[in-house]
């Protein structure tokens, strides 16, 4: 009996070994498959081991595709986004407003003046108090800087988190200090674009400063005045539309009589060009005919002179019906030309020519 309980019970013993092998093989298998994961195309991954980064420089960033890492707690893997537009607004400078009433486009009716504790403001230049908010889209740009500050030869780990603070920290700080270098009414209205562009560059500025990995896409302000002074702003902002719209108008008058008097001038000076063209040239053909006869009429005074004369007679003449010229006699005594001339006798009338 002794010796079939023993066979009985060392049977269960190796049937007991075989089954915890397995098990021990399965979870093995299991551990080993459970530390595969993939890293999304527009992703960035680092193997944390103990807390500890794997890899040096750009090794420890994994790229897309298969990869493997031991299981918690021993690894830890952090993927990073490095393409993902991340957005982050400032918590500065705008009065109390809840999600569900910026979702729904409403807000809460203004107090009768503003409260500090929960009404955010910045001040302007000119020492007035306006509302303003920075939205920035941003996208991390080196996932080492990103995740980790490496500082005093030890790593102090970042989430993403904490990187999205600090850019709105950042955020925070270029809307107090750009609002305190421009005037209320620039940054309202007369300079919109530069107010945000400062800001934008104040933004960009502190995240290199601070090495926060991230790339400064884009930063949208938006402005606005003291609800409790809406009515006032907006009487300033009507008389201020009027009087642009009176310089406007002087300036459209002013081109349109310039335009006028620049017409009008170039008319006339067109004008006067083209008669002192013509005159100019009349002068030039005058002197050149006058060359030309020049040595005529120095070869020969008399004759040229009757020749021209005999030339302009005919001219003079061209409708007479006969021609008589008397030249001058040798000696120099005049011609005598003695005609009789009889009148034309007078057509008899008839019936058809009465």
């Given at each position: 009996?002794?010796?079939?309980?023993?066979?009985?019970?060392?049977?269960?013993?190796?049937?007991?070994?075989?089954?915890?092998?397995i098990?021990?093989?399965?979870?093995?298998?299991?551990?080993?498959a459970a530390?595969?994961?993939?890293?999304?195309?527009?992703?960035?991954?680092?193997?944390?081991?103990?807390?500890?980064?794997?890899?040096?420089?750009?090794?420890?960033?994994?790229?897309?595709?298969?990869?493997?890492?031991?299981?918690y707690?021993?690894?830890?893997?952090?993927?990073?986004?490095?393409?993902?537009?991340?957005?982050?607004?400032?918590?500065?400078?705008?009065?109390?407003?809840?999600?569900?009433?910026?979702?729904?486009?409403?807000?809460?009716?203004?107090?009768p003046?503003?409260?500090?504790q929960?009404?955010?403001?910045?001040?302007?230049?000119?020492?007035?108090?306006?509302?303003?908010?920075?939205?920035?889209?941003?996208?991390?740009?080196?996932?080492?800087?990103?995740?980790?500050?490496?500082?005093?030869?030890?790593?102090?780990?970042?989430?993403?988190?904490?990187?999205?603070?600090?850019?709105?920290?950042?955020?925070?700080?270029?809307?107090?200090?750009t609002?305190?270098?421009?005037?209320?009414?620039?940054?309202?209205?007369?300079d919109?674009?530069?107010?945000?562009?400062?800001?934008?560059?104040?933004?960009?500025?502190?995240?290199?400063?601070?090495?926060?990995?991230?790339?400064?896409?884009q930063?949208?302000?938006?402005?606005?005045?003291?609800?409790?002074?809406?009515?006032?702003?907006?009487?300033?902002?009507?008389?201020?539309?009027?009087?642009?719209?009176?310089?406007?108008?002087?300036?459209?008058?002013?081109?349109?009589?310039?335009?006028?008097?620049?017409?009008?001038?170039?008319?006339?000076?067109?004008?006067?060009?083209?008669?002192?063209?013509?005159?100019?040239?009349?002068?030039?053909?005058?002197?050149?005919?006058?060359?030309?006869?020049?040595?005529?009429?120095?070869?020969?005074?008399?004759?040229?002179?009757?020749?021209?004369?005999?030339?302009?007679?005919?001219?003079?003449?061209?409708?007479?019906?006969?021609?008589?010229?008397?030249?001058?006699?040798?000696?120099?005594?005049?011609?005598?030309?003695?005609?009789q001339?009889?009148?034309?006798?007078?057509?008899?009338?008839?019936?058809?020519?009465?």
């Amino acid at each position: 009996m002794q010796d079939a309980g023993s066979q009985a019970l060392a049977e269960a013993l190796r049937s007991s070994f075989v089954i915890v092998k397995i098990a021990m093989a399965t979870l093995v298998v299991v551990i080993f498959a459970a530390g595969f994961f993939t890293v999304g195309p527009q992703e960035k991954a680092v193997i944390l081991r103990f807390g500890k980064p794997q890899g040096d420089g750009q090794k420890m960033l994994l790229g897309a595709g298969l990869h493997w890492s031991l299981p918690y707690p021993i690894d830890e893997v952090i993927r990073i986004p490095i393409t993902e537009i991340q957005k982050v607004s400032s918590t500065v400078g705008w009065y109390l407003t809840t999600p569900e009433q910026e979702l729904a486009g409403t807000e809460a009716p203004a107090g009768p003046s503003l409260n500090p504790q929960i009404d955010g403001y910045v001040v302007t230049a000119d020492r007035n108090i306006i509302h303003t908010r920075a939205t920035v889209s941003y996208h991390i740009d080196d996932p080492r800087t990103a995740i980790f500050n490496f500082a005093g030869g030890t790593n102090q780990i970042f989430n993403l988190a904490g990187v999205s603070n600090a850019v709105q920290n950042a955020a925070n700080e270029a809307l107090i200090l750009t609002a305190a270098r421009f005037n209320v009414d620039d940054i309202l209205t007369r300079d919109i674009a530069g107010f945000q562009d400062a800001v934008s560059q104040r933004v960009s500025e502190l995240a290199e400063r601070e090495h926060l990995g991230v790339a400064i896409d884009q930063v949208q302000v938006q402005s606005v005045a003291p609800r409790q002074l809406k009515d006032v702003f907006a009487m300033v902002t009507t008389a201020r539309q009027n009087r642009d719209k009176l310089i406007n108008d002087a300036l459209s008058e002013q081109n349109r009589i310039a335009s006028q008097a620049g017409a009008a001038a170039a008319s006339i000076t067109n004008a006067a060009e083209s008669a002192r063209t013509r005159y100019v040239t009349a002068i030039e053909s005058d002197a050149t005919a006058f060359n030309e006869l020049l040595p005529k009429y120095t070869g020969n005074p008399n004759l040229f002179a009757q020749l021209e004369l005999a030339k302009a007679m005919t001219q003079i003449l061209t409708n007479v019906q006969d021609k008589i010229f008397l030249p001058q006699r040798a000696d120099g005594k005049p011609r005598e030309l003695r005609l009789q001339l009889n009148r034309e006798p007078p057509q008899p009338k008839s019936a058809a020519n009465p």
